[in-house]
């Protein structure tokens, strides 16, 4: 509201005295300028509203054609968002006072205008407007907001939340509002260090910034990024706090596939090569490290793997690794590392096993693959696997030293007529 633009008023006032009083004092006034144009009933206040645009209403309640409160609320309805001044008799405070709940925005008693009172009245009145305006404006925005916004009081009480916060957790705002917000999605996921480390942070006035787990409403589980921010005062004490929250469970499950990927080997969800390496130098390193560690590794090969192929195409090929892989799995402990070295070589470290526990494996293994049938229209397919082992031995230099040893058992292996394990005498 720029102070020197001239205020339109729609004064509706039935009684010609009173009407003038205001005209005066809106007239004589230094404080702005003031157009008063001047009804005498609602029904030709509407005529005007509808005519011309119009800043304030000036509203006597006791009209012709309308009395009270009636007034007030048909006065409402006419001129949408343009703020309404009650203009009231004297004594009538409580009245007035009932009159703000039914739509005005400030009430002035007649004849008690002061020097430039009713002028001020108007003033604020359009300044509250303007502000309410803004406020709406901001709300809406904030609604429209893709992320997840909740404003909570001091002691962390949920005094405002979005349609997205709803869309987040499952709550819609009106069941939020009166909730701590992590109480209302608490996974359990995180310790109570987790929320004391949040707190000290934030009660020392600082941001707060951090991904969890959190609980819906349904009781499914995402993964939140969600910013804290402090509100102080003027004083510099914290009256609010304003939460953001953005749900990044497709971000975390994207993170957790790439990981995958570039740990398995596509075809069989075995690890890859890489991988393997990697952890049989960690198993080497243990056992050099601890004096009675134990680890063994199995080299396994596919017999006439390539046979098949030739014969009954790659489709096949693949069904075989596929099948054999999952007996794999099913054989290994967690612990364990099976994995796809390449074509049909397989090899699966046995972490913290012995000899006997790693030829019982072996053999178990062995017999399953060989149970193995594939349908194919040119009659069953079935496989063998030759297998060579080897201990991790506490003076082997690198993962090669063991890979070698149970690469030449599994050469045995396979010279001595395959679907066999052949143990490394080294
Ligand atoms: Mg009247």
């Known amino acids: 509201m720029n102070p020197r633009e001239t205020i339109r008023v729609l004064l509706v006032e039935d009684d010609a005295g009173d009407a003038h009083l205001v005209k005066m004092k809106l007239g004589q006034t230094q404080s702005g300028r003031f157009d008063v144009t001047w009804t005498q009933s609602l029904n030709e206040a509407q005529r005007c509203l509808a005519a011309s645009p119009f800043d304030v209403l000036l ?9 009270g409160l009636a007034t007030v609320r048909s006065a409402r309805e006419m001129a949408m968002d343009i703020p309404i001044v009650v203009l009231s008799g004297r004594g009538d405070t409580d009245f007035a006072l009932t009159a703000l709940e039914a739509g005005a925005v400030d009430y002035m008693v007649k004849g008690d205008f002061g020097y430039d009172g009713l002028a001020r009245v108007i003033r604020y009145s359009l300044l509250r407007a303007e502000m309410e305006a803004r406020n709406n ?4 925005a904030l609604d429209a907001a893709a992320n ?6 001091k002691a962390a009480i949920i005094i405002w939340a979005n349609s997205a916060f709803g869309r987040l957790t499952g709550y819609s705002p009106e069941e939020a509002v009166g909730n701590n917000p992590n109480q209302l999605t608490k996974s359990g996921m995180q310790d109570a260090a987790f929320y004391q480390d949040m707190w000290a942070n934030l009660m020392a006035g600082q941001h707060w910034r951090g991904e969890l787990i959190n609980k819906r409403k349904d009781g499914s589980l995402y993964h939140e990024e969600l910013s804290i921010a402090p509100v102080k005062n003027g004083a510099g004490e914290i009256t ?3 939460g953001i929250k953005e749900d990044v469970t497709e971000r975390k499950e994207l993170e957790e596939q790439l990981q995958k990927l570039a740990s398995t080997d596509p075809l069989t969800g075995l690890f890859n090569r890489r991988v393997f390496l990697e952890r049989l130098e960690q198993e080497r390193a243990k056992v050099a490290r601890l004096p009675h560690y134990v680890a063994v590794l199995l080299m396994l090969d596919l017999d006439f793997f390539k046979r098949i192929n030739d014969n009954y195409g790659h489709a096949t090929g693949d069904a075989v690794l596929k099948a054999f892989a ?7 402990r967690a612990i364990d590392v099976p994995a796809r070295l390449g074509g049909e070589e397989f090899a699966i470290l046995l972490a913290g096993a012995d000899k006997n526990d790693a030829m019982a494996m072996a053999e178990r293994l062995r017999e399953q693959v060989a149970a193995i049938v594939i349908d194919h229209e040119l009659g069953p397919v079935q496989i063998t696997v030759s297998i ?23 050469y045995e292996a396979k010279d001595r007529g395959r679907n066999q394990t052949y143990w490394s005498c080294f």
Not at 59 to 67: H, K, T
Not at 326 to 332: D, H
Request: glycine content about 6%; aromatic content about 2%.
């Open 59 to 67: 509203l006597d309640l006791s009209l012709p054609d309308s009395e």
């Open 137 to 140: 404006l901001l709300i809406a």
């Open 148 to 153: 997840g916004v909740v404003i909570t009081d």
């Open 240 to 242: 609010h706090f304003i």
């Open 326 to 332: 999952e007996i794999t799995l099913n054989n290994s």
């Open 388 to 410: 060579g082992a080897a201990t991790l031995l506490a003076d082997d230099r690198d993962g090669d030293a063991v890979l070698h040893r149970a690469d030449s058992a599994l």
